[in-house]
Every structure is written in C-alpha cells, then in structure tokens.
C-alpha cells in the first residue's frame, strides 16, 4: 500500500496517475512480464544506486514493523471479535510478517554485496552503504 501513497499524491491529478501506471505496465512488458507477476513498487528498484534501494527497503521495513505493532494493539471494541474479524487479522498478519522476513533478507543481501564489491576494490568497510 505504500507504493499506491508515494505514487498518488494530491498534487497528481486522476488523469496523471492512469497515464502513469499505463506507462509503467508498458515498461514490464517490454521486460516479458505482466504487471500482476510483481510487485510493481519492486521493479524501481532497477532504477536506484543501491543506497537509494537500501534507503527504500529499510523504509518499508519501518512501515512494515509500525503496522505489525498497530495490529497487536488490543482493540477498543465493546464486543469481542467475531470469527471472521479474527480470520481477517491473522491473515493481515501473517502477509506482515512474510514482508518483514523478506525485507530482512532483502537489506541483509544489499549489505552483504556491498562487502564484496568494497573487498574487490579495496575501499574501506564504510564507505558505501551504511549499516541500519
């Protein structure tokens, strides 16, 4: 939900955003994919150095962690929750928790290359990515 917030700000209209991700599903499939295959917020990945990349993953992360917290708050609810509301909520949580692993992965993997590629050239440990 994230990506659908950065990319319609109030200041880009209706006819801006459709035009928009139009271009975009274009773009993927020039790539040989179908816009569902994805997670289009994913893909810009491709156009970021990878500190950017690692600045974004880490954000999400964040976002990721403050939703999971939210979701384990107890409800303020006069009745307790029925069957169907506790279904919807362990589902929530479980796709929060599959993202939190694998953004872990996912930021671990940007730190890990970054080690190589600073061995490969000599560079001192902190000299591209920083750790979070």
Avoid: N
């Amino acid at each position: 939900m994230w990506q659908i917030i950065c990319l319609c700000l109030p200041a880009v209209t209706l006819s801006e955003r459709q035009r928009f991700f139009a271009l975009f599903k274009d773009v993927l499939k020039s790539f040989g994919r179908e816009p569902g295959e994805i997670d289009l917020s994913l893909f810009f990945l491709y156009g970021l150095s990878p500190e950017e990349s690692l600045t974004v993953l880490d954000e999400r992360r964040r976002l990721v962690e403050r939703s999971q917290a939210l979701l384990a708050q107890p409800g303020t609810q006069a009745l307790p929750p029925d069957d169907m509301q506790l279904l919807i909520a362990d589902h929530m949580r479980t796709l929060l928790d599959a993202e939190h692993e694998w953004l872990q992965r996912a930021i671990a993997q940007f730190h890990h290359q970054a080690a190589l590629e600073r061995a490969e050239h000599g560079a001192p440990a902190d000299s591209r990515i920083s750790s979070t």
